[in-house]
Every structure is written in structure tokens, then in C-alpha cells.
């Protein structure tokens, strides 16, 4: 309520004050001797100064905005601050590929070996190539379809799956290595 009628002073005071110097022609001579009469602006964008004319008995003093069409002014988007980051390492890539394919070929050759001193092969998939040389092309099929994986994670637009690419090489490397181990130990109890 107070804030109100302290507006409503200001207003009556503002207007009191404008209508005491724009009737007064003592107040417009001085006014006139101290802000003398400016000219508008060549450029029509640009605020214009203040043009204070002086008629015969009246000071009646305009002002001259350049006002920009609504259509014109368009509301501000708020800026978001990203930060960059960093590019997917094809080199930890690589070498994730390099220890899986390493581990898949461990698996396929202790494989061999246990199938060479009388093991019998579990899986289904595999035991069509058991007993030859193309166990070793088979091996690598999956490892091969995880790389791929692994590459569309790095570049994908979800954080999660981009900070853990490389958890399907890394588990299948480690799957690899460990049958590799449990294939040596049957050969060897054979």
C-alpha cells in the first residue's frame, strides 16, 4: 500500500514539475542557454538527442526516438555452456581388440589341445569346427561383432553408453582368458 501511493507522489510530482517548465518562459530561456537545440541524427536507428525549440511564450520540448518495430526485437534464449568433450580413443580401442582377439585365439587353441587328449567340446556352436583348423576363424566371429559394439558405444549420444564402451571387450577378454585357463586344466587331467 505504501509503495502505491509513494508511486502515485512520484507521478504527481513528475507532471508537476513538467507542467512548471513547460509554462514558464523564464525557466525555457535558461533551459535554452544551457541545452541548446540539437540536431537529429543522420542515421535513423540510433536514439536521437534531445531538440529543445523555443516558440514565442512557451518552451515545448520534444524528443526524437528512433523506436524499432516490435517484429523486430526477438527475446533472448538463454546461452547453455558446454564443455567439450574429449574424442573417443580409437588407440584404447585398438588395443582392447588386439587383448580380445589374443584371449579368443587362447580359447581356440587350448580347445585343441583338450579335444587332442580325448575332451569333448560343449559348446554347440563350436563343435562343428572341434576338431579343425577353422575353430580358429570361428573364435574370432564374436570378438569381431564386439569391436563393432564397442565403436558404436564410443560415438553414441548417450552418456552412459559412451563412458562404458569398452565393458563388452573387457568382459568377453576376460571370458576368453578364463575358458582358455578351464581348457588348459581338462587337457591336462586328461
Known amino acids: 500500500m505504501r509503495n502505491k501511493s509513494f ?18 518562459p523564464a525557466r525555457a530561456q535558461h533551459i535554452s542557454a544551457v ?4 540536431t537529429l541524427a543522420s ?32 527475446p533472448v534464449k538463454p546461452v547453455r555452456l ?15 581388440s588386439a ?3 589374443g ?12 579335444i587332442s587328449r580325448g575332451a ?12 579343425s583348423s577353422a575353430m580358429y576363424f ?11 559394439v564397442a565403436r558404436k558405444m564410443q560415438r553414441s549420444p548417450n552418456s552412459f553408453l559412451r563412458h562404458t564402451w569398452w565393458m563388452p571387450q573387457a568382459i568377453a577378454s576376460a571370458d576368453f582368458v578364463y575358458c582358455g585357463f578351464h581348457n588348459m586344466g581338462v587337457a591336462a587331467r586328461q
Open 7 to 24: 508511486r502515485n507522489l512520484a507521478f504527481k510530482s513528475a507532471a508537476l514539475f513538467w507542467l512548471v517548465i513547460s509554462t514558464s
Open 35 to 38: 541545452a541548446p537545440s540539437a
Open 43 to 74: 542515421e535513423p536507428d540510433k536514439v536521437q538527442p534531445v531538440s529543445y525549440s523555443r516558440s514565442s511564450s512557451s518552451f515545448q520540448p520534444s524528443l526524437a526516438v528512433a523506436v524499432p518495430p516490435m517484429a523486430a526485437i526477438e
Open 82 to 96: 558446454k564443455l567439450p568433450e574429449r574424442e573417443p580413443s580409437r588407440k584404447a580401442w585398438l588395443i582392447l
Open 99 to 101: 587383448v580380445q582377439h
Open 103 to 114: 584371449a579368443a585365439g587362447f580359447d581356440a587353441y587350448s580347445t585343441r589341445v583338450a
Open 120 to 131: 569333448v567340446e560343449m559348446d554347440p556352436l563350436m563343435r562343428p569346427f572341434a576338431h
Open 138 to 148: 570361428a573364435n574370432q566371429i564374436g570378438p569381431l561383432g564386439l569391436d563393432f
